[in-house]
Nanobody, 122 residues
Framework: QLQLVESGGGLVQPGGSLRLSCAAS????????IGWFRQAPGKEREGVSC????????YYADSVKGRFTISRDNAKNTVYLQMNSLKPEDTAVYYC???????????????WGQGTQVTVSS
């Protein structure tokens, strides 16, 4: 069955780094944009970043711009989110999702992973 699986989350101190992976199985990501969203308890789901199917276009929320980098490796059927200079407010469950093209609206995405927990704390 087709799946998106996130990995790479964990506990990190402020200022630290993590790299999240979003791996697809059962289908190819070649024709799809991949977005990263996050949701903290009591807060709405927030768009973090998105990369176009070609990899030419990348988008970032203002809150993460300059700290996070999205990339893709279609040969590995995987999209990555490199997160540097992490802050406590980055703490959330991070999800990857696919769509034909990038969008900031989470309800427009077709498939979602199970999420991976990122906790930034001293």
């Amino acid at each position: 069955q087709l799946q998106l699986v996130e990995s790479g989350g964990g506990l990190v101190q402020p200022g630290g780094s993590l790299r999240l992976s979003c791996a697809a199985s059962g289908f190819t990501l070649d024709y799809y944009a991949i977005g990263w969203f996050r949701q903290a308890p009591g807060k709405e789901r927030e768009g973090v970043s998105c990369i176009s199917n070609s990899g030419v276009y990348a988008y970032y929320a203002d809150s993460v711009k300059g700290r996070f980098t999205i990339s893709r490796d279609n040969a590995k059927n995987t999209v990555y989110l490199q997160m540097n200079s992490l802050k406590p407010e980055d703490t959330a469950v991070y999800y990857c999702a696919l769509r034909r093209a990038c969008s900031w609206r989470f309800n427009e995405y077709d498939y979602w992973g199970q999420g991976t927990q990122v906790t930034v704390s001293s």
